[in-house]
Nanobody, 116 residues
């Protein structure tokens, strides 16, 4: 599976961005899809995940502000981010796993910068 993340950029505090992640390869067997982020000097953290059936879970820090979604017909994963804060600034990575494996596949990351 190959993943290509896009949509990052510079936004003012309180603004919005939508991240996209395009999947290719063994897409039929994609199970969970996830967004992670990593800020400088910090560990990578799970932001949100969405299951094959559409169930979602969010980090407490983004609940009510971020929405994860997937369009399996288009092989896409999205993260709609609203009310962005400076502490949301990070490199955002998409990740998936497959129904028959515990291996995680990763995209290259997209930078989100939030100015105060």
């Amino acid at each position: 599976v190959q993943l290509q993340a896009s949509g990052g950029g510079l936004v003012q505090s309180g603004g919005s961005l939508r991240l996209s992640c395009a999947a290719s390869g063994d897409i039929v067997n994609i199970n969970f899809m996830r967004w992670y982020r990593q800020a400088p000097g910090k560990q990578r953290e799970l932001v949100a995940h969405i299951s094959r059936g559409g169930g979602t879970r969010y980090a407490d820090s983004v609940k009510g502000r971020f929405t994860i979604s997937r369009n399996d017909a288009k092989n896409m994963l999205y993260l709609q981010m609203s009310s962005l804060k400076p502490e949301d600034a990070a490199v955002y990575f998409c990740s998936v796993d497959l129904t028959y494996s515990t291996k995680d596949y990763w995209g290259q990351g997209t930078q989100v910068t939030v100015s105060s």
